[in-house]
């Protein structure tokens, strides 16, 4: 019922920056937390940064300074800005939304299919 749609990934070089976007589509009463995280091959899905819907953000210590996560509500989308960039942060990114289906239902927690980053000289 709910999609999430990343994009925005590619080849960077050390040092340079990518903006990866995420829209939510489907039915949609709320979305609360957004959230993006990472995959590298052989090693367990991490989380890099999250938004509230009251546009509250935490990020891991790894990625501090260096990206910043930011948020659409009237498109359902958020952002991921990611400047400085390393060989280290090379994974597939996903996107993660807690959403609510009717005013009534509690939230659930939906995943996007992935988007490649990879920082290579």
């Known amino acids: 019922q709910v999609q999430l749609a990343e994009s925005g990934g590619g080849l960077v070089q050390p040092g340079g920056s990518l903006r990866l976007s995420c829209a939510a589509s489907?039915?949609?009463?709320?979305?609360?937390?957004m959230s993006w995280y990472r995959q590298a091959p052989g090693t367990p899905r991490r989380l890099v940064a999250s938004i509230s819907s009251g546009h509250w953000s935490n990020y891991a210590d790894s990625v501090k300074g260096r990206f910043t996560i930011s948020r659409d509500s009237a498109n359902n989308a958020i952002y991921l800005q990611m400047n400085s960039l390393q060989p280290e942060d090379t994974a597939i990114y996903y996107c993660?939304?807690?959403?609510?289906?009717?005013?009534?239902?509690?939230?659930?927690?939906?995943w996007g299919q992935g988007t490649q980053v990879t920082v290579s000289s």
């Open positions: 489907g039915t949609i009463f709320r979305i609360y937390n």
């Open positions: 993660v939304a807690d959403v609510s289906t009717t005013s009534l239902s509690p939230s659930t927690t939906f």
